[in-house]
């Protein structure tokens, strides 16, 4: 409760400000056909990206390099499995 005080409190002065009066020409700005291709271009190469690091996160914490934040168990028993000489 007291955390979302403070956050409460950060987000107050920023309550009154909305996109449009921050850009007021980005609903009326023509989009060009390279502006179109230049954002499917810029969407696939972040969603390549995460997909990537996603893959590779999931590796790491197949083999063991990374812990996962819920699944304690796989630790215990590679651990337990590391101090008996299973692996």
Do not use: C
């Not at 950060?10 to 989009?31: H, K, Q, V, Y």
């Amino acid at each position: 409760p007291h955390a979302l005080k403070a956050v409460d409190q950060f987000l107050a002065p920023l309550s009154g400000i909305d996109r449009e009066s921050m850009n007021p020409g980005l609903n009326t700005r023509f989009w060009t056909r390279k502006d179109v291709d230049r954002r499917k271009e810029f969407m696939f190469a972040i969603r390549t990206r995460l997909k990537i690091r996603r893959i590779f996160r999931n590796l790491e914490s197949f083999v063991g390099a990374r812990v996962r934040d819920g699944d304690y168990r796989l630790l215990k028993r590679t651990e337990s499995s590391r101090h008996f000489g299973i692996l």
